[in-house]
């Protein structure tokens, strides 16, 4: 269908078409002014946003940093409270550890001094039930046991060797007073035991300290091996000779002075020993007197191992830095030799033979006597 516009339709649209514009351009005005406006508000929705989360950040990295400052400083003071801890823990084991090796020392010593008691208690008790017994052999036997009992002693607690041999021997002469048989195992264990003693080493600690004392002040003495120079090869003889026929010998030996008197060659065969520097001759001396301390106290303590070890160490200093063939020298290396000989230590017995053969003789007799008195 063909629609046909009047003239007055026509300009009531051209009046209508300049409207529609302006209400355009204002429309988008507004707009643009909304889009402005919620823009600006989304930015500073968004910088509120932002500073809470910055603030809420930094409020929680203070709690962190406040957090990790007190872990800290909880891990340092637990840090110092363990080494505080373990210092104490290494003192304590340090003392128990003494203690323990002060307890075991009482602890041997005490087992002497049981073994010992021991010995009493039944010599005691013997000497008491013997007070009833009459025959006279059996005062003897008590005699003889109190006379092992102190050659115990000499033994295990004062090391005297020699006053033992004299209590065995006076043991000895006892029971051959007796003139019984019956006793001649416990004479022979006796005798066993006297031959045992005088079989060990003469010990004699005094005497050898002494010798060492004595060398150790002669330290200073001894001669150190020092710069030997060997003499030189005679030169041979350079004068000219006054002979017309020598002229080439002549001039041989007149260039050899010219040549000597810048340069002088000595020819030596030997070795040449080394010269010792003061400090090193001082600490040699002192190597030695360290030794020979060391001797010193292994006597004391009877450590032989010890004591031939300081000795050997001795000798092997005089070996190779002193001149042997100097008579001072000479004389303390045999003295070291000498001394290096001997014994500072000794293996005792741990018992006598005759203290149980003793022990059995009594206890039979005495039951033989107390039932002979009984039946009596």
Not at 72 to 83: C, D, F, G, H, M
Request: proline letters at 2%.
């Amino acid at each position: 269908m063909r629609v046909v516009m009047t003239d007055t339709e026509n300009k009531i649209e051209n009046k209508k078409t300049p409207l529609s514009a302006k209400q355009k351009g204002i429309r988008s005005q507004r707009i643009a002014l909304f889009s402005g406006l919620l823009s600006l508000i989304l930015i500073v929705a968004c910088a509120l946003f932002a500073f809470t989360i910055y603030k809420q950040n930094k409020a929680s990295v203070a709690s962190q940093q406040v957090q990790l400052t007190e872990l800290t400083t909880q891990l340092n003071a637990q840090s110092s409270e363990q080494s505080s801890q373990l210092r104490q823990t290494i003192k304590i084991k340090t003392t128990l550890e003494a203690q323990l090796e002060k307890v075991t020392l009482q602890l041997q010593q005490a087992n002497n001094d049981n073994k010992i008691s021991k010995t009493d208690i039944q010599s005691l008790q013997r000497s008491f039930a013997a007070t009833n017994i009459r025959h006279p052999n059996d005062w003897i036997l008590a005699e003889v046991e109190y006379l092992l009992t102190l050659t115990g002693r000499k033994i295990w607690l004062e090391k005297d060797i020699k006053t033992a041999i004299s209590l065995l021997i006076a043991a000895d002469q006892r029971i051959v007073e007796l003139n019984d048989a019956s006793l001649s195992p416990l004479r022979g264990a006796l005798l066993e035991d006297i031959n045992a003693l005088e079989a060990l080493p003469k010990r004699d600690p005094d005497g050898v300290i002494l010798a060492l004392t004595s060398l150790e002040r002669r330290v200073d003495k001894l001669r150190s091996t020092s710069l030997i120079m060997p003499d030189a090869d005679e030169n041979k003889a350079t004068e000219v000779s006054t002979d017309i026929n020598e002229w080439d010998d002549n001039l041989i030996k007149s260039w050899n002075v010219f040549v000597d008197s810048f340069i002088t060659v000595n020819k030596r065969e030997s070795k040449i020993k080394a010269l010792l520097s003061p400090e090193q001759s001082w600490y040699l001396q002192e190597h030695l007197r360290n030794n020979l301390a060391k001797a010193e106290f292994a006597i004391y303590r009877e450590q032989q191992d010890v004591y031939d070890i300081a000795l050997e160490n001795t000798l092997t200093l005089l070996n190779n830095y002193y001149d042997l063939k100097d008579n001072e020298t000479g004389h303390f290396y045999k003295s070291i030799k000498r001394l290096s000989k001997r014994k500072v230590s000794i293996k005792y017995p741990d018992q006598l033979k005759s203290a149980p053969l003793l022990e059995r003789v009594i206890e039979q007799r005495l039951q033989k006597s107390l039932a002979s008195s009984t039946l009596k």
